[in-house]
């Protein structure tokens, strides 16, 4: 059985059953599948020893230690965009590309944006020259900028904007191929910040003492900066 820790407005089920609380487990003993529980501490700490398979979201990570049995997922790598533009970018040369990254969200949370550039260090490599900037937090809004140039050549503009939305925007400019993508766009359709219960199982990592220090690394950097 696999237990997907996460946000119910986010999570596509598809195969995957919705699981109301830890209590219902009982009613479910033996059944194979996956199920969506609320990505709560309280939660996984009451399944941390239960044997099963569990998945939590990057947001969690900073309440495991190397030795847990559990697995993590980040946000952006199941996003069914994120993963178009991930496979033209493997089947171009990221040398000399740009990417360029928005993210709004609505509250300040370190452990998305480091999740993000986590996700965006596997595609790229590791950061080389890294710069920061952040905007005062006196007004309604504020913003992180980021200038990367990964190890792969490849440069990208990295920002985070805390606002009352929910929005990301890429655009990846290769040498033959341009990709963009906005989900304020696709208003009205089919929600492009939800990604599927299946897409969490297959790219989950297992947590180890490298990944939490690598998540880490990022968290710090991010907190980090010059007001401008």
């Avoid at 199982?201 to 007001?227: H, N, P, Q």
């Amino acid at each position: 059985m696999s237990i997907i820790l996460g946000d119910f407005t986010e999570v596509e089920l598809g195969q995957a059953s919705r699981l109301q609380s830890v209590e219902k487990l009982v009613e479910i003993n033996g059944e194979q599948g996956s199920f969506v529980m609320d990505a709560t501490e309280k939660n996984l700490r009451a399944l941390e020893k239960s044997g099963y398979n569990i998945f939590i979201p990057a947001d969690l990570l900073s309440y495991v230690n190397e030795d847990s049995d559990a697995k993590v997922y980040f946000e952006l790598e199941c996003y069914p965009f994120y993963k178009k533009i991930k496979e033209v970018i493997e089947n171009g040369s990221k040398a000399n590309g740009v990417f360029r990254f928005r993210r709004m969200v609505r509250e300040d949370n370190l452990d998305i944006m480091a999740g993000d550039l986590y996700v965006l260090s596997l595609l790229f490599g590791e950061p080389k020259v890294r710069q920061i900037k952040r905007s005062k937090r006196d007004s309604g809004t504020s913003h992180i900028i980021l200038m990367i140039r990964f190890e792969s050549g490849a440069m990208a503009h990295v920002e985070f904007t805390i606002a009352n939305v929910e929005r990301v925007e890429v655009e990846w400019s290769g040498m033959k191929r341009i990709v963009e993508f906005d989900s304020e766009e696709l208003n009205g359709q089919l929600l492009p910040l939800q990604y599927n219960a299946e897409d969490v199982l297959y790219s989950a990592k297992k947590v180890d003492a490298v990944l939490i220090d690598k998540v880490k690394f990022y968290r710090d950097f991010i907190a980090g900066g010059t007001l401008i």
